[in-house]
């Protein structure tokens, strides 16, 4: 994220606050979210430490640890998932608790019943629910009883219970995303005709009496609410007021305000091609209506927006997850004001949230060391090398950044006039904004890190061998395909890379022929500049190379910006005016067209391969050049070569 030459003075963000009875040392707050890194049986484990210690020591003000479920039943929401519900636990949940405060940052433990949110696969049991209805996974919820309703409200009490003991500084209800206690608040979930439906709010106001009867009325409990739900049927602001209201009357100590249920996890979990702070309205809703501590939450990671929320009063302090998981030190950068040292989260959702369907734990896209804080933290080398690194896209940078911090000596060579690679193009649309500030980071931290960059430079083998290196890294990324179809020579006839450079100006009426991410984002992209775009892919869906959440976001940017979109179709041959499509039953087409841009996939830079194995003992390939794939593989594999030599 770079420093701005007039950017916003950070003050109040990097105040102390007092939240009831504990003072946090600034306004940053961790999100709860679910990393998967405790063993199983939700007991706390050394990775999970590691992890919240590294946050820690980054400098936030308050952490609130990923939710835990609470009883042995149908509570537990996901695989993996961290556990309060047993005196046994109390010990580990103790270490965590001490290993954040430790480092100076304050610790609230989240609880949770998953209701619907849940499966009988990994819980054992059919999901429970206010109301029968399907869950999140498709199974059918059944309606709990009054005695199950006693009961969980029990377990919410004892698992705060067991917090306090284990030295935490807080607990949170957890009343969003369409878990159990959101459930019973939304009109969506909620159909019940007793008094849990007749009054949709009493759920958590009796549980909140419970735990508060179980820790006292000294003790610090907040609960996170969503705004609004985002479907149809479910809660909105004029209601989430309402009840925002009696939480305070009933004694609440903050309110924590997000939005979204799993059929809208996209404004739980906003991806790149939502705007920054798209919640904050919500949290400014609740703001106005109560007078208790709100914290806001949704992409409010550039800090002069989250400096600009609290300076306009429209939340008291600010949540940052993802932020967080990307780079743990975020608050630290803030405080001295190296804002330009920031490594940027993307709301890509590659490595964080896109892996819960994989069952699989906590990832970073752009910090290979989230999950993995102890073995893959840096040390510097004994004997420091010379190595080059041919490619100056994100895979090389990466791994000339690590190999710099190591103490080696390091030459990047890249054959373009700036670094970057193909990660250039991909920053232009305007939804690019935090992959742009990842970009700058890369560059400005192989610059400060002293490595010798060599730019316009082809890195033939002769070339390499009069460097001298004992090490290699070869990250030479990948190059535009170019498709065998008639017409593909014409002079309206462009690769994306061509036209996200300003190589070459499209027309009016464009035809964008791929649909996998990059196509969409460019149709996308075209669209909003006026052009009438049609978005052409042989195969029957888009975007199936994202992950769920920000996939349904880019689909409906396209649906938003008019994009017509054509499916199961694909380019016979391109003529002047227009494009031929042929189906899979060879049914023909034809689109008017005056520009054409291709998005036809990559083909990996493979040259130098041979040779370089021929003349150097110790080389390592490593991004696109090996397959083409994400950002995530190229920081990834970056990042293990800069540690392996």
Not at 9 to 22: S, V
Not at 180 to 195: E, G, H, I, V
Not at 280 to 303: F, Q, S
């Amino acid at each position: 994220m770079p420093q701005k030459e007039e950017g916003m003075e950070i003050k109040k963000l990097r105040q102390p606050f007092r939240l009831k009875n504990i003072e946090l040392r600034n306004r940053i707050v961790m999100a709860p979210m679910l990393s998967r890194l405790c063993d199983p049986d939700g007991i706390v484990s050394q990775k999970l430490i590691d992890y919240y210690t590294e946050r820690a020591k980054g400098g936030v003000g308050l952490i609130i640890v990923e939710y835990c479920y609470i009883d042995d039943k149908e509570s537990k929401a996901n695989p993996g998932q961290l556990g309060a519900y047993d005196d046994q636990l109390i010990a580990g949940l103790g270490d965590l608790a001490e290993a954040m405060q430790e480092w100076g940052a304050k610790a609230i433990l989240q609880i949770c019943h998953g209701g619907r949110c849940t499966s009988a696969k990994f819980m054992g049991r059919q999901p429970i629910a206010p109301s029968a209805m399907p869950s999140s996974t498709g199974e059918m919820a059944r309606e709990m009883t009054l005695e199950e309703i006693e009961a969980t409200i029990e377990s919410f009490a004892e698992a705060a219970r067991r917090a306090k003991t284990a030295g935490f500084d807080g607990v949170e209800l957890h009343g969003t995303h369409g878990y159990l206690m959101a459930q019973f608040l939304s009109p969506y979930t909620n159909r019940r005709t007793d008094k849990y439906g007749r009054d949709r709010g009493l759920f958590a106001l009796e549980t909140l009496d419970r735990v508060r009867s179980r820790v006292g009325h000294d003790y610090l409990v907040g609960y996170r609410m969503s705004g609004e739900e985002f479907v149809e049927g479910g809660v909105t602001l004029p209601e989430t007021k309402a009840f925002a209201k009696r939480l305070e009357e009933r004694g609440i100590d903050y309110l924590h305000v997000s939005a979204g249920v799993p059929e809208s996890g996209q404004y739980s979990i906003m991806p790149t091609y939502l705007p920054k702070g798209y919640l904050l309205p919500l949290a400014e809703g609740i703001k106005r209506a109560v007078k208790i501590p709100v914290m806001a939450v949704g992409a409010i990671h550039d800090p002069d927006l989250a400096e600009e929320t609290l300076q306009k009063n429209r939340a008291d302090l600010i949540v940052m997850g993802r932020a967080l998981i990307a780079d743990p030190e975020l608050p630290k950068k803030i405080h001295s004001g190296q804002l330009e040292d920031i490594r940027t989260c993307l709301r890509c959702n590659q490595g964080c949230s896109g892996r819960i369907r994989q069952n699989k734990t906590q990832r970073c896209a752009i910090n290979a060391e989230v999950g993995r804080e102890r073995q893959m933290r840096l040390h510097p080398v004994s004997r420091a090398k010379h190595v080059c690194v041919i490619g100056g896209g994100p895979a090389g940078m990466e791994a000339a950044r690590v190999l710099a911090l190591r103490r080696h000596r390091v030459t990047l060579i890249e054959k373009e006039k700036e670094l970057g690679g193909l990660l250039r193009y991909a920053t232009v649309p305007d939804f690019k904004a935090e992959l742009r500030s990842f970009l700058e980071y890369l560059k400005s931290q192989v610059a400060k890190l002293g490595v010798e960059i060599l730019l316009n430079h082809r890195a033939t083998p002769e070339f390499i061998k009069e460097l001298k290196p004992e090490s290699v890294v070869l990250a030479a990324g990948s190059a535009v395909r170019t498709p065998d179809i008639a017409g593909t020579g014409k002079p309206f006839v462009a690769t994306f890379a061509e036209l996200l450079s300003g190589e070459f100006k499209a027309g009016d009426r464009v035809v964008v022929a791929g649909g996998a991410a990059m196509g969409c984002e460019i149709a996308v992209y075209l669209a909003s500049l006026g052009k009438k775009v049609t978005l052409v892919e042989m195969l029957g869906e888009l975007a199936t190379d994202l992950e769920m959440r920000s996939r349904l976001t880019l689909l409906q940017l396209l649906k938003e910006r008019g994009v017509q979109i054509l499916t199961n179709w694909k380019l016979e041959r391109i003529e002047n005016g227009y494009v031929r499509l042929v189906s899979r039953d060879w049914n023909k087409q034809e689109v008017a067209a005056n520009s054409v841009i291709l998005a036809l996939g990559l083909a990996s830079n493979q040259e130098l391969l041979k040779p370089l194995r021929e003349s150097f003992k110790d080389v390592y390939v490593i991004g696109d050049c090996v397959e083409p794939r994400k950002v995530y593989q190229a920081i990834h594999e970056g990042a293990f070569a800069g540690r392996a030599i």
